[in-house]
């Protein structure tokens, strides 16, 4: 049981998040139609989880193989070539990631040193930014989890 709630740990949080974005937006929706008053400032927390959402859905696309990857040349190819692709594959999504990594660090870094705060609630604006370079390990861990996995499949026939 804990090792299937670690290993689809992303689909349960996505789950989750859609189920607090549907609802906050429901909610701003019955607020504005029903009392004219929007409730403005849950666009910015449906947006900063949506930031979440994207890469908790990417990491599980990586998890169980099914991104957009090189499947269509790979599968054409000899066995030896195919594990050069997936090593391939795996390193070029990693340097994608690590690039978002490094990129966002500094992004983090000048909203700190500038002081910047969303605008509708008033939050620190790094606190919605520090969601990509966490979620972009989640992802690199999880690339190099479906590449082993996928070259374990190789190797297996």
């Known amino acids: 049981m804990i090792r299937r709630l670690i290993d689809h740990f992303e689909e349960i949080l996505c789950a989750l998040m859609l189920a607090v974005m549907s609802g906050i937006m429901f909610i701003n929706v019955i607020c504005r139609y029903l009392f004219r008053f929007s409730l403005a400032f849950t666009e910015e927390v449906v947006i900063g989880l ?3 959402l994207t890469l908790l859905g990417t990491a599980a696309a990586f998890r169980q193989g099914s991104h957009l990857a090189f499947h269509f040349f790979t599968a054409r190819m000899p066995r030896s070539y195919q594990k050069w692709l997936i090593g391939l594959q795996a390193g070029l999504g990693v340097f994608l990631f690590l690039s978002l990594i490094y990129f966002s660090l500094f992004q983090i870094r000048d909203e700190i040193a500038l002081d910047i705060t969303s605008s509708g609630i008033g939050l ?23 590449s082993w996995q996928a070259s374990q499949r190789n ?3």
């Open 124 to 146: 620190p604006q790094w606190w919605y930014t520090a969601g990509l370079p966490v979620g972009c390990l989640l992802v690199i861990l999880r690339i190099l989890q479906g």
């Open 50 to 52: 949506f930031v979440w």
């Open 155 to 157: 190797r297996e026939g």
